[in-house]
C-alpha cells in the first residue's frame, strides 16, 4: 500500500514534470512575464526620471527627452507583452490580473489611451518647452494609474 501510494506519486511528479517542460517548450509564460516585467521596469525607470527632473528648479530637459522617447516607444508595443495563457494562474509572481484576458478590449482602450497620451508627453518634450512638459505629464501618470486600477493587482506605482 506505502509502496504503492509512494510509486503514484512519483510518477504524477514525472507527469507534471514532463508537462510543465512541454508547457514551457509550447510558450514559456514565465519567459514571456519577466520580458513583461523588464518592460514596465523600463517604463517606470523612465517615468521616475522625468519626474525627478520637474521637481528640480532647473530641470534638465535632456533627460526628459531621452525618457519620453523611451516611453513613446514602449507605449504601442504594450498589448503584444499580455498573450493568453501569461496571467497569475500560470505565473503567481505576475500582478496581471485575470481581467485583462476577460475584457481584453477595454484593457486595450487603456493602452491606447496611455500610447496616445506616450506620444503627446513626447512631442512635448521635444518641444523643449517646459510648461508644455509640465502640462503634458499628468495626462501620462493617469493613463498609467487608470489601467493600474482596473488590472493589476496593486497599484503602487
Ligand atoms: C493598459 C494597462 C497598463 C498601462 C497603460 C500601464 N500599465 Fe503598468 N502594469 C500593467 C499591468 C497589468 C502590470 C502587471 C504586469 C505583470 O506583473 O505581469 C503592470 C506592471 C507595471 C510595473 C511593474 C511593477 C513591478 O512589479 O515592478 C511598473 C513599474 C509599471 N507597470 C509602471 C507603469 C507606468 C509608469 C505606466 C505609465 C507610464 C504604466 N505602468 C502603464 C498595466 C498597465
Redesign the pocket.
Known amino acids: 500500500m506505502v509502496l504503492k501510494s509512494a510509486l503514484g506519486a512519483v510518477l504524477a511528479a514525472t507527469l507534471a514534470a514532463t508537462l510543465a517542460a512541454g508547457a514551457a517548450h509550447a510558450q514559456d509564460p514565465a519567459a514571456v512575464?519577466r520580458a513583461?516585467?523588464d518592460h514596465?521596469?523600463e517604463?517606470?525607470k523612465?517615468?521616475?526620471a522625468i519626474r525627478d527632473e520637474l521637481m528640480k528648479p532647473a530641470p534638465d530637459v535632456g533627460v526628459i527627452q531621452a525618457a519620453a522617447k523611451t516611453?513613446d516607444t514602449l507605449?504601442p508595443q504594450?498589448?503584444s507583452?499580455?498573450p493568453p495563457g501569461?496571467?497569475?494562474d500560470v505565473?503567481p509572481?505576475?500582478?496581471?490580473?485575470p481581467i485583462?484576458w476577460q475584457k481584453p478590449d477595454e484593457?486595450?482602450k487603456?493602452?491606447a489611451?496611455?500610447a496616445t497620451a506616450?506620444h503627446a508627453f513626447d512631442l512635448a518634450a521635444q518641444s523643449g518647452k517646459l510648461d508644455a512638459i509640465h502640462t503634458a505629464f499628468p495626462t501620462?501618470?493617469g493613463?498609467?494609474k487608470?489601467?493600474?486600477e482596473t488590472?493589476?493587482?496593486k497599484d503602487?506605482?
Not at 509572481?93 to 490580473?97: Q, R, V, Y
Open positions: 512575464a513583461r516585467h514596465y521596469k517604463i517606470g523612465a517615468s521616475k516611453i507605449a504594450l498589448p507583452w499580455f501569461t496571467g497569475r505565473v509572481k505576475s500582478e496581471a490580473l485583462v484593457f486595450k487603456d493602452a489611451g496611455f506616450a501620462l501618470g493613463t498609467c487608470t489601467c493600474h488590472f493589476k493587482a503602487e506605482h
